[in-house]
C-alpha cells in the first residue's frame, strides 16, 4: 500500500475536521448526526498534535516555529473575540484554536527536552513549567486533555514503540472510563458517548500507519496552507451560522 506524505494527510484531515464544525450551523444536521461527526473527527486534533512535534523534531529554527504557532494563536483569540462581539445578539460564537493548544505543546516540548546541556536547577524549572502548561492545558484548551498527553507520549517514546503504545492505550482508558455516563435510555447513553468521544483519539492510528514521514512539497501555500485555512474556515461558518439562525 502506497503512503502518504505530511502534505497529503495534512489536506485530508483539514477536510475531515471541516465535518465537526459544520454543525455549528443551526439545523443543518440532527443531534446525532452531529455527535456521529463529532465521533469520527476525533482523530484529527491528535494528527496535528503529532504533526506539531515531526515540525519540533525537523524544523531549522524552533524560535520561529514557536513565534509562528504562538502569533496565530492571538490572531485566532482576536478573530473569535471580534465575532463574539458583533454576534453576541443571536448568541453565535466560536472559541475554537487549536492553534493555542499546539503552542502550548511545543512550548512543552521546548522546555521538557532541551537541546542542550542544564543545571540540574533549571531542570527542575524547567519540569515545573512543563507541568504547569500542561495543567493548564488539560483544563482550558481546545481538545488539550487528548492532545497534550498525546504529544508528550509521542516524542519522549518515539524510539520506544513497545512503551508508546502502552501509555496511549492508559490514555484511552482513561478517557473512556472517564466519559462514561449511564442515562435513562440506550440512546441518551450513546449520544453522550459520541460527544464525549476524546477517547476515540484512537482513530488517528491507521493514519499514523498511512504516514511515510516525509513532509512532501514544500511550497509557501503548503506551508501556510492549515494555518490560513483553520481560523477562515471557522470564521465563514460563524458567518453563516449568524444569519441564518
Known sequence: MKKWNATQLKYL??????????????????????????????????????MAMEGF??????????????????????????LNALFASKGVMVNNNIFLTLAIGVTMLWLGFPRKELDKKEKLWRRIGVAGLLIFGCLFTEGGITMLPFLLISYSCRNRKGLRNLLYTLLWAFLLVTSIQIYDTWYQTLEMMLYNSDWLFITVFPFMALYNGERGEQTIWNKYFFYIFYPAHLWIITLIAYFVK
Open 13 to 50: 484531515m483539514a477536510a475531515v475536521m471541516v465535518l465537526d464544525h459544520i454543525p455549528h450551523i443551526t439545523g443543518i444536521v440532527s443531534p446525532l448526526w452531529e455527535g456521529i461527526l463529532h465521533a469520527l473527527t476525533r482523530c484529527v486534533g491528535v494528527w496535528f498534535a503529532y
Open 57 to 82: 523534531i525537523h524544523t531549522r529554527n524552533l524560535k520561529n516555529y514557536l513565534i509562528r504557532l504562538w502569533s496565530w494563536a492571538l490572531i485566532m483569540f482576536a478573530g473569535n473575540s471580534l
